[in-house]
């Protein structure tokens, strides 16, 4: 069992920048393959950034934003520039099992957190 729990949401003006952070619980955080997500109102959750050992990135945040993770911190990071109001939304981490898995649909993952709202204005 994996419990995960973001930070770091709010509200910023059109072109500034958030730090998401995603801490899990467990002992066996690095051997889970992780990513974020975002769901803006009436839209369906949507993959953003994936990592295992490798990243990738949709391509509406590709270059804006950069996903990392420190396993000796069971933390997984969503460092986000350059912020545009399409990219309101509320953002959840996920872990899957399947550590190959660099980007898929949300079935395919087993663990979320519980979501952080993230607002930018124009």
């Known amino acids: 069992q994996v419990q995960l729990v973001e930070s770091g949401g709010g509200l910023v003006q059109a072109g500034g920048s958030l730090r998401l952070s995603c801490a899990a619980s467990?002992?066996?955080?690095?051997?889970?393959?992780m990513g974020w997500f975002r769901q803006a109102p009436g839209k369906e959750r949507e993959f953003v950034a994936g990592?295992?050992?490798?990243?990738d990135y949709a391509d509406s945040v590709k270059g804006r934003f950069t996903i990392s993770r420190d396993n000796a911190k069971n933390t997984v990071y969503l460092q986000m520039n350059s912020l545009k109001p399409e990219d309101t939304a509320v953002y959840y981490c996920?872990?899957?099992?399947?550590?190959?898995?660099?980007?898929?649909?949300?079935?395919?993952?087993?663990?979320w957190g519980q979501g952080t709202q993230v607002t930018v204005s124009s």
């Open positions: 996920a872990a899957t099992s399947r550590r190959d898995l660099l980007r898929g649909s949300p079935s395919l993952y087993d663990y």
């Open positions: 467990g002992r066996t955080f690095s051997s889970y393959a």
């Open positions: 990592t295992n050992w490798l990243t």
